[in-house]
């Protein structure tokens, strides 16, 4: 019943006009797939319906979709490793951007790092929050972050170098 | 400390990049939620070991595929060379299409002109064929060249004089009065519908103002004493025997290409209210310069990119020539594989983004693509016929070798969709990727295709002896003809 009184309180279409967008833009950026993004920013929506008597606070609801967001992310990416060892399957025929050389260069180096750095330089570098507010957000220390996206940082221009990014 | 700073900066100007998405609705989440997470994520699963099987077994046909069509002996542009080397490097890109506006809706726009050709000597004519499969109207193909307007309502014929008919019903609605004489090689209409310029055989271009019907002749510049191979012109000795031209996307200038037994010239002139002045000229073996070559009378240009470049198809040896036109400089030239003169029907996109280059299916059913802003080849690769195929441009590696009738594959006035005439029917593939959407028109044996010109109808040829006129719902009429040939289409291939 507690639960139900919280859920209550959520105004779900007001939070989806409100963060659904950012959210798929991160999505987007985290996952450099148009078809995945939508989905997993529906999922997420989906999965705080779900589990919305975990959200202590209706005011922090944003930050606590980043959560989703950033928990259905990792896992997308760690699956598309394991996805990318059998050959010839690529799944990335988004007409849409695969069409980009400067967008390939990006996701590539994002799916080369770890998902946890990937996740972690996203959200600082392009959503901007601070260390701080991703250690909030993922659960781990403010130390443990910076060291994450310090080694993200230097292994994501690696590889997008490697990968013949302009940026 | 100022390194780390940089490296800060750097990656927030690459991993700020714009990302939007369109946003399904609110309500979709409902359903959603009544899906089981975990039926889907084993139906993904399954699907997943299924791709990858089937893929391997694909993969493996390609590349046999791609290890045949390479062949050897066969020459290499250096933008081709480069592709190959850069196979390791991240695949290249199409570019996304841009919709085009549907501007032809005219009901006389959306009336197909297709030509009759009966053997023995009778005289030729194009009828007209509506919608609904009802012939509307008929002409005498001996009137002269016919060309359709840009807005694809009329009909110009071009012999001695210049006539429009009506593509309603073939009615005669104006005359524009004579030619300079010779023969008219090539005709290009402006993309407001304004001009139509005329290049004839005696070294001119004629421009006529539709508004007003006034016409002006203006002498073009050629090689006095050009050889052309394998023909005698008696009498005509200072006549060009083949050169096109072609209009900017702003109606603005116009380019005219002298090709074959000459030198390549290539001029630019700007279309005034008062008739054309020629701002700029440039010659193969002159200041400097350059210039291609097709080794036959036959070329099909485009001016892409914004109009800054022009893009020229030569249906002899299959090459792709790019020139600059701030500069009037040749850029690059691309070479697709084509095994024969006029196996390859080229098709630009109405974006100006694409190059499709499509061999006709009794030669071997491939396409090829060219991104006219990067010069990169892709193909060639069978043409997909079933609608579970994927899009083979959309993950493929440019080959080495790279490299008609551009009716075998029309391309949707709102530049989307391709229209690929196969061995059985029609396959309708999506722009840039070619993903196959729809098959129309099974089991004929098709050999031109039309879009009427609203992206409505679809007008076919079926083994030249009936006009099949397939509606948006999928229903189709079958119109009796023998000895069918060609449409008259707006577009240039």
Redesign the interface.
Known sequence: MKATRVADRLPWRELYEAHAAELAGYLLRLTGDREVASDLMQETFVVGMRDESALREPASARAWLYTIASRLGTKWLRRRRIIAFLPFLDTDRDPQDALDVEAIAVREALRAISPDQAVALVLHYAQGFTRGEIAELTGRSDEAIKSRIARGRRAFLAAYGRRGGGG | MNDERD??E????????P??????P?E??AK??SGSPLARSLALTLA?VV??VA??F??RELSAFRQQAAGPGETTSPTASANASASA????????PIPQPITRNSPAAQIAWVSVNPPQGAPASFIGVDPKGKIVGRLDAGLGHFWRSADGSQLFVVGDQVNAYSASDGALLRSYGPTPGGAVLDAAFSSDGRWLALLGSLAYVQVIDLQSGLSQVTPLGHDPNASHPGLTMSGQTNALTWSTLVFAPDSKRLYTIVDWGSPLRLTAFNVTASGLVQVAAAIDGQAGQKFPSCPGPGIAPKVVTGGRTLAVFCHFDGKVWFFDLTTLTSTGVVQADMRNPFWLAPIFTPDGQLLYLHQYPAFGDVMQVIDLRTQALLGPLPTPQKLTD??PF??LFPVANAGGTPSTVPVSPDGLRLYAAANDGITVL?I??L?PLAKIATGAQIGEVWISGDGSTVFATDQSRALLVIAADGSQTRVNQDNLGSFVASERG
Request: glycine fraction near 4%.
């Open positions: 490296e800060e750097r990656l927030e100007r690459i991993l700020r990049r990302a939007h998405l369109d946003l399904p609110f979709q989440l959603r939620r997943t791709v990858a893929a391997l694909a993969g490097t991240p695949r290249p890109s199409l570019p996304p994927p899009g959309a993950w999506r840039p990727d993903k």
